[in-house]
């Protein structure tokens, strides 16, 4: 898992691990800045960590590169990303596309970016949500996994709808990697299927 806050979908994964019947298990918990809650929460756990800062690159590409062996060595079936807060790029996808999935508050196609509920509250729509999509080169615009709506209620503010929106995301996301990493995935252009074994068969990893 790559992470670059607090890392409340972090915990709900790890939670969910605890029990065997989820069928999954972090292997590796990475962010791009030193000091994060999502790192201390994997070393609470015993989880094994690390940092690639950009900074400590000399450039983005290297970056990359770096971040892509850094999860490599962990030969994770699946990586997601939880608030982390960067983009990965070619070398990452040329390596885990296909099996790098990320969160976002909004449900896509609308609002994509850095901040999906204030712009959605914004707007003034009554209906909001999550999604959970396979990662592509773009900002929020891989094929969709799962999504769940949340309702904008009249005397919300934005801090009331994000931690609305944050409940249903933490529990989309449990069930989205739970059912891909039991089931399978499929992906054929922008449509993706859960639990059919296909593409990227469990039974076969
Ligand atoms: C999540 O709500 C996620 O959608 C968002 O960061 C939050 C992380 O929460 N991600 C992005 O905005 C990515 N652009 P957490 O640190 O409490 O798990």
């Excluded at 990965?88 to 996808?93: R, W």
């Excluded at 959605?120 to 999504?147: E, N």
């Amino acid at each position: 898992m790559l992470v670059s806050g607090t890392g409340t979908i972090l915990q709900a994964l790890m939670d969910a691990c605890a029990d065997p019947g989820y069928g999954a298990r972090i292997v590796a918990v990475g962010a791009d800045r030193e000091g994060t809650g999502g790192v201390a929460r994997a070393e609470a756990a015993g989880i094994p960590t690390f940092v690639r800062r950009l900074k400590d690159s000399p450039d983005r590409f290297a970056w990359d590169q770096a971040l892509t062996a850094d999860c490599a060595a962990f030969a994770p079936d699946l990586v997601v990303l939880a608030g982390f807060m960067k983009l990965v790029g070619s070398d990452f996808l040329a390596e885990f596309g296909g099996r790098t999935i990320n969160t976002h508050q909004a449900l896509l196609p609308s609002f994509p970016g850095m901040h999906g509920v204030h712009d959605a509250f914004d707007h003034g729509v009554k209906v909001t949500g999550c999604s959970v999509f396979v990662v592509d080169a773009g900002v929020d615009s891989g094929p969709i996994l799962a999504q769940a709506a949340v309702p904008v209620l009249d005397d919300d503010d934005e801090a009331t709808l994000l931690e609305r929106v944050k409940v249903a995301e933490r529990a989309l996301v449990v069930d989205t990697v739970g059912r891909m990493l039991r089931g399978g995935w499929s992906v054929e252009g922008r449509r993706v299927r859960l639990g059919r074994l296909g593409e990227h068969a469990s039974s076969t990893r």
